[in-house]
Nanobody, 124 residues
């Protein structure tokens, strides 16, 4: 069993930055692909970024060159650094984990474990 706890969500002005963290409990963290997803009101949950156990990354086109995903296996933690935030980045951001997800996977149904989400609001 894996438990995921996100933190770092906040209200930030357009153009600002924010860093999200997700701490995972359980075994085999280093073997798991970790993903960040987001869901805005009335919209489907969508991939933001993922990082595999071999540090391969996949990003949504909308966040390319603005967001960076990273992981620290010694702390069982995955991070999402978000820069140049826009109003359309407003959403609940979720962390997800799975041992079988490969780079390029975008469907949220591929993941077995999810966090409770953290709210990111970009507004002036």
């Amino acid at each position: 069993q894996v438990q995921l706890v996100e933190s770092g969500g906040d209200l930030v002005q357009p153009g600002g930055s924010l860093s999200l963290s997700c701490v995972a409990s359980g075994s085999f963290f280093g073997d798991r692909t970790m993903g960040w997803y987001r869901q805005a009101p009335g919209k489907q949950r969508e991939l933001v970024a993922l990082i595999t156990g071999t540090l391969t990354t996949t990003y949504a086109d909308s966040v390319m060159d603005r967001f960076t995903i990273s992981r620290d296996n010694t702390k069982n933690t995955v991070y999402l650094q978000m820069n140049s935030l826009k109003a359309e980045d407003t959403a609940v951001y979720y962390c997800a984990a799975d041992r079988t997800v490969v780079a390029g996977t975008r469907s949220p149904s591929a993941y077995d474990y999810w966090g409770q989400g953290t709210q990111v609001t970009v507004s002036s």
